[in-house]
């Protein structure tokens, strides 16, 4: 089994994101018009699903970028889903009312690709310039420590016999379909592989099957460390980020695990339907987010990457953006199928 070494978060993401800022064609943001102005206009609406990272966001993007240009911005919930975005960007009747997203970069891609986020100038780390990475961050095992101190694998998480109780897992297929075939013993590297074949995603959803009676699904980083949080699962795949920023954590002692755990990347799209000006508005605040002084900042205040235990390095699998673009819809279709009891 291969066991690829994370790469530095803060090196990989000011790297990646160097490359965005010389690769995106806009402007520099709008010279201060103090704050004052701020309240007499229109807000651009920064729209996500990681309700976690909105703190950090904040201080090191938007309210600076409020006191440089006399723009306000607000955050809306997001729930990562095409048909929300149409509804507020390309479809909507008076024009989009949201400006950037940020979301999973196989979410941006599918975007781009129908249209709903503006393609942007390509780099070497984004050639089709679907998106500008914001973060990189990780699916982790998450588990109640006072059933065991030990961390559990993602076999332990199917042993419902030794380790009674309820499971929480993903409500999309992203990551729990990875995650079924890992306890099922498929090793990492060959997890898409096995994906890409009919017999690979019947294993899969076998292997889902199993555990279907003690599953609580979530659908936000937020409901994953709420549901942990509670005590109402014994374990839980989680954003181990979204767990260790919860201002509930502490009310149980919930430990993370980084092996076997799944990397993802996070990344800004602009949202497409704006009017030119609104557009320009939008532009020059993603301009001003990827700036290295501003990353600095966020990534010196914000860590996106579990630890991994002392003398046990952690085996992670880079979840495959390109994978998840071209399969998304079908295994979409075919999780609900199951999700409703008929597959």
Same mark, same amino acid.
């Given at each position: 089994m291969s066991k690829p070494v994370p790469r530095s978060p803060v090196r990989c993401l000011l790297s990646c994101l160097l490359a965005a800022v010389a690769s995106l064609s806009v402007a520099q943001a709008a010279p201060a018009h103090g704050v004052t102005r701020a309240r007499h206009r229109s807000a651009l609406v920064v729209a996500g699903a990681e309700s976690h990272l909105e703190q950090a966001q904040d201080a090191?993007?938007?309210?600076?970028?409020?006191?440089?240009?006399?723009?306000?911005?607000?955050?809306?919930?997001?729930?990562?889903?095409?048909?929300?975005?149409?509804?507020?960007?390309?479809?909507? $009747?008076?024009? !989009?009312?949201?400006? %950037?997203?940020?979301?999973?970069?196989?979410?941006?891609? @599918?975007?781009c690709m129908a249209g709903l986020v503006v393609h942007l100038a390509g780099s070497a780390t984004n050639p089709d310039g679907c998106g500008v990475p914001g973060l990189t961050t990780q699916v982790v095992v998450a588990w109640d420590r006072t059933w065991r101190q030990v961390a559990p694998r993602w076999g332990d998480f199917w042993d419902v016999v030794r380790f009674p109780g309820k499971r929480g897992l993903r409500r999309d297929p992203r990551t729990t379909l990875e995650i079924a075939l890992m306890a099922d013993g498929v090793p990492p590297q060959d997890i898409y592989a096995q994906l890409a074949t009919d017999a690979g995603v019947d294993r899969a959803f076998r292997k889902l099957s199993q555990?279907?009676?003690?599953?609580?699904?979530?659908?936000? $980083?937020?409901? !994953?460390?709420?549901? %942990?949080?509670?005590?109402?699962?014994?374990?839980?795949? @989680?954003?181990?980020?979204?767990?260790?920023?919860?201002?509930?954590?502490?009310?149980?002692?919930i430990g993370v695990s980084a092996d076997m755990a799944l990397s993802y990347g996070l990344s800004w799209g602009v949202v497409a339907g704006q009017v030119a000006g609104r557009l320009g508005q939008s532009r020059d605040l993603l301009h001003f987010i990827v700036q290295p002084d501003r990353q600095a900042a966020f990534a010196a205040s914000y860590s996106a990457i579990v630890p991994p235990d002392a003398g046990q390095p952690a085996r992670v699998l880079p979840m495959d953006p390109q994978f998840w673009q071209a399969h998304y819809t079908s295994l979409s279709h075919r999780f609900d199928i199951w999700l409703r009891g008929a597959g």
């Open positions: 090191a993007f938007f309210q600076p970028f409020v006191r440089a240009s006399g723009q306000p911005v607000t955050h809306r919930t997001w729930d990562g889903s095409l048909p929300e975005l149409d509804r507020h960007g390309l479809h909507a $009747p008076t024009g !989009a009312t949201w400006s %950037l997203v940020f979301a999973e970069d196989s979410t941006i891609r @599918a975007a555990l279907r009676p003690y599953i609580t699904w979530w659908s936000t $980083p937020a409901e !994953a460390a709420s549901i %942990l949080a509670r005590g109402q699962v014994l374990m839980s795949s @989680a954003p181990g980020d979204a767990v260790m920023a919860s201002p509930v954590h502490g009310r149980q002692d």
